[in-house]
């Protein structure tokens, strides 16, 4: 059972940047495959990257590629999500999700309960 829960969320003007941070519970997180995810309104839920579990493998999504970057921290047991260069079309919940193996899909395990970014123009 793994417990995640996302901060670092905010308003910020386009062009800014955040650091979302998901932090987990649980003595296994270094053996989960961590994924970021986003939701903005009206829409359906999106993948925006994924991490293996010792870093080495990355993952994302087109619409993100050289603008975030998804790291890890196993002794803090934290992933996070650096946001730069911000879009208003980058508006949504995001969210963090565990699960045992590699994907770049939706299946994911456990999920945290999201952290609200709102990029203004």
């Known amino acids: 059972q793994v417990q995640l829960v996302e901060s670092g969320g905010g308003l910020v003007q386009a062009g800014g940047s955040l650091r979302l941070s998901c932090a987990a519970s649980g003595r296994t997180f270094s053996s989960y495959v961590m994924g970021w995810f986003r939701q903005a309104p009206g829409k359906e839920r999106e993948s925006v990257g994924a991490?293996?579990?010792?870093?080495?493998?990355?993952y994302y999504a087109d619409s993100v590629k050289g603008r975030f970057t998804i790291s890890r921290d196993n002794a803090k047991n934290t992933v996070y999500l650096q946001v730069n260069s911000l879009k208003p079309e980058d508006t949504a919940v995001y969210y963090c999700a565990a699960r045992s193996s590699w994907s770049t899909g939706f299946d994911y395990d456990y999920w945290g309960q999201g952290t609200q970014v709102t990029v203004s123009s």
């Open positions: 991490i293996s579990w010792d870093g080495g493998r990355k």
